[in-house]
């Protein structure tokens, strides 16, 4: 087959993320809040597909992404296939079946987003003590939000798959 279904059901599953965590930041708009959600999109795709499958769902995941956020064009989607390439190259030291894994991988990908947000966005800021508060209480709300996020995330993603009669386990590793 030429593209693995499951990349269409992950991405399904990435914008209804990205959708949710827009929703939330305009609802603390008022309080000048910000929280990065994006760190799970990228995990299970990278653990359960062939990197076909995974370069399609996670370039597509980064595109909308970079749509929908006030970044620089194409940050998100760079960041997005380092992280994502990372993990698919390491990813026989992980265990994908369950959540301890993906989660603590989702945790890492969110703070290096944050990160390379915070580097290709924040030109002449980085001498301003208020801007580094703010970017620690946006990586402190968001990792906070993320330990109840990111496992209800990659437990629907496996329902959604099942759901559609798909796999829901990793693909096998190539020999």
Known sequence: MLLDPRALVLFAANALLLHLSLMVNSALS?????LLLAGPMVVLPALY??????FVTTLLS???VDAALPANFGSFTLSFLLAGAVISHLRIRFRAEHNYHPVLLAHG???FLLLMLTLTEAHGQYHSAAFWQHVGLTLLLSHLLLLLVAPWFFDLQR???ELCGLDSEPDDFPA
Do not use: D, I, K, P
């Open 62 to 64: 980064g595109l909308w």
């Open 159 to 161: 329902a959604l798959l």
């Open 109 to 111: 990908v969110n703070a």
């Open 30 to 34: 008022g309080w000048a809040l910000y």
């Open 49 to 54: 597909l062939r990197h076909r499958a995974y």
